[in-house]
């Protein structure tokens, strides 16, 4: 942690002139916590949008545990970007919208407690927004799901996300094995897997319109 004083200060700042503060204990409140994440997420943001490049296709998947597979599995490179959630239980909503992301974090948070800090959903899930609004239109978009209720809920959250996007989507599901779960696959099968359907034919216009009708009504 260091001191800054002024805000010409952040501006030029670098690490290495400053001397970190040390022996001291800092209290914080939770929810100026999760307001200074969300400000540091979006200056984050901010600096991608500046920097981004082609880094191969965008690659979407209902869970984190998912993601890591993928991200271990798939030829480089690429990005792999997880809904950190688990849509086989709860209240769903517009999740896009804060006010339905705040519902469903207190009836995780109430019923459900998986020891993640009260605060924590709504940043990360905030992250997850501001990476599919940074997706450029020139790059192909993967959404993988497998044959289970979360993935299948998070299939239609993920295609009603990408809503406004221009960019050619395919889905990759066909595991042909006893598999139902995307983060079950190893990596040689989720290799061969993308081989095999990187290049089948893209989700059409009434296809995408089906899944954001179903999000819609729910």
């Known amino acids: 942690m260091y001191e800054i004083n002024t805000p010409s200060e952040f501006e030029e700042f ?17 929810e100026i916590m999760s307001d ?15 920097h ?14 998912a993601a890591g597979s993928l991200k271990v599995g798939l030829p480089k490179p690429h990005t792999v970007i997880a809904i950190p959630d688990n849509f086989t239980f709860g209240p ?4 896009d919208k804060e006010t339905e992301q705040k519902i469903r974090e207190e009836w995780l948070f109430d019923y459900i407690n998986d020891e993640q800090e009260e605060g924590n959903y709504a940043s990360k899930f905030s992250n997850m927004l501001r990476q599919i609004d940074d997706i450029v239109d020139s790059i192909p978009i993967y959404l993988w799901y497998g044959n289970n209720v979360a993935e299948q809920i ?5 295609v009603y996300l990408l809503r406004e996007k221009k960019n050619t989507i395919y889905l990759i599901t066909e595991y042909k094995t006893a598999i139902s779960y995307t983060s079950q696959l190893h990596s040689e099968q989720i290799k ?4 095999q359907n990187k290049d089948v034919f893209p989700l059409s216009s009434n ?3 089906t899944y954001i009708e179903e999000v819609q009504v729910s």
């Open 14 to 30: 670098h690490h290495e002139n400053y001397r970190p503060l040390r022996s001291r204990t800092w209290f914080i409140k939770q």
């Open 36 to 50: 200074m994440v969300e400000k540091i997420n979006s200056f984050i943001q901010v600096s991608l949008q500046l």
């Open 52 to 65: 981004q490049r082609s880094k191969g296709p965008i690659h979407l998947v209902s869970s984190e545990s």
């Open 92 to 95: 769903l909503g517009k999740l």
């Open 154 to 158: 998070g299939i239609r959250f993920m």
């Open 192 to 195: 061969k897997i993308f081989e």
């Open 207 to 209: 296809e995408r319109s």
